[in-house]
């Protein structure tokens, strides 16, 4: 398995320390029945599946793709593979143009709220369907696979107690056209899954794919379904409350926030729109404590395979970084209270941890947790001043999600068609 490498020795210690630590305190694989992923090189280590992992064994890389290197190479020969047999109405409906408007059309909400772009793959045939799923294990690692696999299935438990949710209702979608030497955008999400893969084109090597800004979230945290149990988003959650657990009194006073946040700040709609860097910031931390902001940062990153995941960590988890990067929190450090917020702010790097009240299952917490790229959203090709729109239309919709609970039950909250 192969880890990204910290530029100091002093890091390179206090990362092998925290990583044995890491690894007692979530088992000795976070996959439970299955061997760490190679597949990108990346370690698999962002969620927890105890029993049957047949879930996350779709999307089987096509035979005519099988022979390619590199991220951009693979994904474009997936997404021929997926898009050639596919009707005319199809074709036009997953190729959209990449423009500013339709880059911000994300979101964490349900679907029926907030259209997706792009094709539904509940509307596609069986034999569709794995292709289009082989598009998203094209791009990612294995542990972003098997992560992406275990929110769809969160959804498809959700179903079962409320109208709107189920793995089928994600999408696929490319902006711009699919090339190798041209920018483009890949999506591929629903609710509580919303990456932007930004291809860059070979000048903008190494860093040639980009995920952000880059969506996570679950309801309920854990849960069992078809016999498997999932917690899709342990290791992330474990990651940055070893963060701010890890700081002294004193540091923990100067890395608390003033204000309250019942989300993620800088969430869909809100491209751009980061705040002046609060907190601790990291010249007031010591090695070992550096060294954990990177782990925790390691949770969002490796998602991407090894190349592009390396490149980044390189920039976000330099020493020259780190000693510029923030961490703070506000209202609690303990997960199991409503309210409790999390941050990672570096020069470039955006991490958000925020526990909701659940939605569907009123009594538990639920995660939303975003990671943007302060230089690199949209891969840095897309402006980010003109969403206050969709912003509007977001806030509209997020409305009616939390108020319509005093109207009825979960199962007849309205959801727009």
Not at 71 to 77: D, G, K, W
Request: aromatic share 8%; hydrophobic share 40%.
């Amino acid at each position: 398995m192969q880890h990204l490498a910290p530029r100091s020795a002093r890091a390179i210690r206090a990362f092998a320390l925290l990583l044995s630590t890491a690894v007692t305190a979530c088992g000795s694989s976070d996959l439970t029945g299955t061997t760490a992923g190679t597949t990108g090189g990346t370690p698999t280590t962002p969620i927890t599946v105890a029993g049957s992992t047949t879930g996350l064994t779709a999307g089987a890389m096509p035979a005519a793709c099988a022979s390619q290197s590199g991220t951009l190479a693979r994904t474009l020969c997936v997404f021929n593979v997926f898009t050639k047999p596919l009707s005319t109405t199809q074709q036009a409906n997953v190729q959209l143009a990449l423009t500013t408007t339709n880059a911000a059309r994300w979101s964490n909400l349900p679907v029926g709220m907030v259209p997706r772009n792009g094709l539904e793959f509940g509307s596609l045939s069986s034999a569709q369907l794995d292709p289009a799923l082989a598009v998203a294990r094209a791009v990612l690692s294995d542990t972003g696979f098997a992560t992406f696999q275990a929110i769809r299935a969160a959804d498809t438990y959700l179903g079962q107690s409320a109208n709107g949710y189920g793995e089928n209702l994600y999408y696929v979608a490319a902006l711009g056209t699919p090339s190798a030497t041209s920018r483009w955008l890949l999506q591929i999400g629903g609710h509580h899954y919303g990456p932007n893969f930004a291809f860059n084109g070979p000048s903008a090597a190494p860093v040639a794919v980009t995920a952000t800004p880059f969506f996570i979230g679950v309801e309920p945290q854990t849960f069992t379904l078809n016999g498997t149990a999932y917690t899709p988003l342990q290791s992330r959650k474990v990651a940055m409350y070893t963060v701010i657990n890890a700081l002294d009194a004193t540091q923990e006073a100067q890395a608390k926030l003033s204000a309250s946040f019942d989300d993620v700040l800088v969430g869909p709609g809100k491209d751009g729109q980061f705040p002046t860097q609060q907190g601790l910031v990291g010249t007031s931390l010591t090695a070992a404590q550096r060294a954990l902001v990177q782990t925790a940062i390691l949770q969002w990153v490796h998602d991407l395979a090894t190349p592009e995941a390396n490149a980044l960590m390189a920039d976000y988890a330099a020493d020259s970084s780190l000693a510029k990067t923030y961490v703070a929190w506000a209202t609690s450090t303990d997960s199991t209270v409503q309210g409790s917020y999390l941050r990672i702010d570096g020069p470039r790097v955006w991490i958000e941890f925020a526990c909701q009240g659940g939605i569907v299952f009123r009594n538990q917490i639920h995660f939303h947790t975003i990671w943007r790229d302060k230089l690199r959203d949209y891969g840095g090709s897309i402006s980010t001043a003109s969403v206050r729109a969709a912003e509007f239309g977001r806030q509209l919709a997020e409305a009616r999600v939390h108020f319509a609970p005093a109207f009825g039950r979960a199962d007849e909250w309205p959801i727009a068609g």
